[in-house]
């Protein structure tokens, strides 16, 4: 019996329960516009904190919130380069020396060789 039952239905797919006697969260929508134009709202629940920006649904471009300003940008430190870290582990001086030295040792090879 119980295979019968569930014969002609494809389980997980598709859902049998129906929106009646349920009461939905609050919601409230919001308006983004992105820097092509276009425009698409976004429900969110009435007590979540709205974000500036949203990604926008037709071109993936970062939309801001029609009623809102922009966001302030974060302060992120530069990104350290090599040579930044080198100056921190060694000073001018130091490598200078190294590099004479190795220059040094790559005229000898040189003159080993010719």
């Excluded at 239905?9 to 006697?21: C, I, Q, V």
């Excluded at 071109?59 to 009623?67: F, I």
């Amino acid at each position: 019996m119980g295979e019968r039952a569930l014969r002609g239905t494809r389980l997980g797919a598709t859902s049998y329960e129906n929106d009646r006697n349920t009461d939905l969260a609050p919601r409230q929508e919001v308006s983004y516009t992105c820097p092509k134009g276009h425009r698409f709202d976004v429900p969110l629940a009435a007590e979540a904190e709205i974000p500036a920006t949203w990604e926008c649904r037709m071109c993936g471009a970062t939309a801001l919130r029609v009623d809102g300003e922009l966001p302030e940008a974060k302060k992120a430190k530069p990104p350290r380069t090599h040579w930044d870290m080198l100056l921190e582990r060694r000073s001018i001086e130091d490598l200078e020396e190294v590099l004479n030295e190795r220059l040094a040792i790559l005229r000898a090879q040189r003159r080993k060789s010719a």
